[in-house]
């Protein structure tokens, strides 16, 4: 068995003391991309939460290049991208200051003109300079998204990426999570709408 990537082991969450999905292995490889579907409170949060460390799993093992995260958390932290609900960004920098910041916080060096052409593929370029608060919610997400596009992680989790972006918006984004994955990056996503985003493309739904 190749060990490259991610594999998840027998992994499942709780909420209280009822387990929200029965239990769940598999494996993403370089250039792999995987839906993950289910009911409204099936656990696609809590489960994308736990694999980068946010929330607690109930059970199972999380192995990263063939290491447990426990034991690779600073190449793992490293390697892995997460966009959840909340957004992660700074209401009193700009959109521009907080591509810059999350790069630092990852040991990245990004230039301000890299952090310009991330924003302006956003349609942003008039905005960059703004504090994120006087932004609306769908220019905020595509902040958001341009820290994608300049991250170096191979591993991207993204909770619903498709929120509160127009149509112009949501086809820049497939392509670039196409671009990820032709790369050799991974990606595992949660998303009510059916993304194509490569050939390479597994579907795992929780059960309760």
């Given amino acids: 068995m190749n060990d490259t ?56 093992q999380v192995l990263w290049d063939g290491q447990l995260v426990q034991q690779a958390r600073e190449g793992f932290l490293r390697d892995v991208f997460y966009l ?6 700074k209401d009193e920098l700009s959109a521009l200051e907080n591509l810059q910041t999350t790069a630092a916080l990852a040991g990245q060096v990004l230039s301000p003109q890299d952090a310009a052409q991330a924003l ?3 349609g942003l370029a008039s905005r960059m300079h703004l504090p994120l608060r ?14 994608l596009q300049v991250s170096k992680a191979r591993l991207w989790l993204l909770d619903e990426p498709m929120v509160a972006l127009d149509a112009a918006a949501q086809l820049a984004l497939i392509e670039l999570l196409r671009t990820h994955t032709r790369q050799g990056g991974m990606l595992l996503f949660t998303s009510h709408q059916s993304l194509d985003v490569g050939n390479a493309m597994q579907v795992l739904r929780l059960q309760p």
């Fill in 134 to 147: 006087v932004l609306s919610q769908g220019q905020k997400r595509r902040v958001a998204l341009a820290r």
């Fill in 120 to 122: 302006d593929a956003q």
């Fill in 5 to 60: 990537g991610l594999r998840v082991v027998n992994v499942s969450c709780e909420r209280g003391s009822r387990a929200l999905f029965s239990p769940v292995s598999f494996q993403l490889q370089a250039s792999q991309a995987m839906h993950l579907q289910g009911d409204n409170g099936a656990g696609k949060t809590s489960l994308l939460r736990g694999l980068c460390g946010l929330s607690p799993l109930s059970q199972g």
């Fill in 84 to 89: 959840g609900h909340a957004l992660g960004l």
